[in-house]
Antibody
């Protein structure tokens, strides 16, 4: 069974870049079995899709992020990453990484990591 | 974007009774090429990530008890818990994966009466 673990700074200053990594265990990120996704959830609120990537490099992003998000894969480390530029307080949320089976079904999730945007 | 609307926003049900949560999409999530509904249901407990319950509108996820069932097609869907257990207290979300950006409902909070 695939397991996912998010890591990265818990505090980011406004206007800076949020950078998170998701480490994959129990399977190879290069296998092609899954797409790799990021989702976020502000405290007490619902879930927002950020985007996802396939091993080929194909990506899809939520237009609501206005081009600020970039997702990439590092096959040598069995990791994938999220960068979100020009952050503001509204980007404060728990960020989850997840697998997307067949490009559709979110079947495995990391535990999530809280990122706070504050000076 | 496809807007997902859940009802009710909160629900209180007695242990052993049936719980029903509804989800409506702003456009059909039924793909004509394969007659599949691109709709999933998740359960989220406090401090935990969401857990997949149902996908393709009616297929239970791995290890999901059979008291959970999904139904519906097109734009109207239902999650039913046939006999509520204490461990089912959570927030439930529907999600469409018919088109990007994939979108979630606002959530339904299920409590014990």
């Amino acid at each position: 069974q695939v397991q996912l673990q998010e890591s990265g700074p818990g505090l980011v200053k406004p206007s800076q870049t949020l950078s998170l990594t998701c480490t994959v265990s129990g399977g190879s990120i290069s296998s092609g079995n899954y797409y790799w996704a990021w989702i976020r959830q502000p405290a007490g609120k619902g879930l927002e899709w950020i985007g996802h990537i396939y091993i080929s490099g194909s990506t899809h992003y939520n237009p609501s992020l206005r081009g600020r998000a970039t997702i990439s894969v590092d096959t040598s480390k069995n990791q994938f990453s999220l960068k979100l530029t020009s952050v503001t307080a509204t980007d404060t949320a728990v960020y989850y990484c997840a697998t997307l089976d067949g490009g559709y079904v979110l079947n495995y999730w990391g535990q999530g990591t809280l990122v706070t945007v504050s000076s | 974007d496809i807007v997902m609307t859940q009802s009710p926003e909160s629900l209180a049900v007695s242990l052993g009774e049936r719980a029903t949560i509804n989800c409506k999409s702003s456009q059909s999530v039924l793909h004509s090429s394969n007659n599949r509904n691109y709709l999933a249901w998740f359960l989220q407990k406090p401090g935990q990530p969401p857990k997949l319950l149902i996908y393709w509108a009616s297929t239970r996820g791995s290890g999901v008890p059979d008291r959970f069932s999904g139904s519906g097609s097109g734009t109207d869907f239902t999650l039913t818990i046939s006999s509520l257990q204490a461990e089912d207290v959570a927030v439930y979300y529907c999600q469409q994966y018919y088109s990007t950006p994939f979108t979630f409902g606002q959530g339904t909070k299920l409590e014990i009466k």
